[in-house]
């Protein structure tokens, strides 16, 4: 005779799945984050100009002090601009993306990083960062938007 076990003796994958993912939020990549607020990315002096080859400078500060991050190697960067279609005019706006790559020239002073990247257009634009700093164990990654004018 098989006997079988009831909800009460042992319990369903409910539980396991609630275990599970609380020990999933204390995972690196969820440290990570957090580390990642305690940075702000921040493009200086606004408007951009537009160009093919536009330069400008992206400050990197740690939030909890105010301070500039000297010594960080940014590792990844992509620019972004959304640009909304007029034609549509259903319920859900569509959109094109447009940016690329973006190259690093150096850091002019500590905290501040010169970069290069295509602006064709003016209007709003967003900027990808992955930077490695010092004494931090995982990559630091964060936005930064900024306006590129005439």
């Not at 006997?3 to 990570?32: E, H, V, W, Y």
């Not at 580390?35 to 939030?63: G, I, M």
Request: glycine share 8%.
């Amino acid at each position: 005779m098989q006997r079988r076990i009831s909800p009460k003796t042992f319990p369903g994958r409910q539980p396991l799945g609630m275990i599970a993912a609380a020990l999933i939020s204390f995972s690196p990549a969820a440290c990570a984050s957090d580390r990642s607020q305690d940075y702000r990315f921040e493009v200086v002096d606004q408007p951009v100009a537009v160009s093919a080859h536009s330069e400008f400078n992206v400050k990197l500060t740690k939030t909890s002090t105010g301070q500039p991050v000297e010594n960080a190697k940014i590792t990844r960067s992509r620019l972004e601009m959304t640009m909304p279609h007029h034609a549509h005019k259903g319920p859900i706006p569509m959109s094109t993306e447009m940016g690329g790559e973006v190259k690093l020239l150096g850091a002019p002073s500590p905290g501040l990083y010169r970069l290069m990247g295509d602006l064709s257009m003016p209007g709003t634009w967003k900027l990808y960062l992955v930077a490695t700093v010092p004494g931090e164990a995982q990559p630091v990654e964060g936005t930064a938007t900024f306006n590129a004018g005439q």
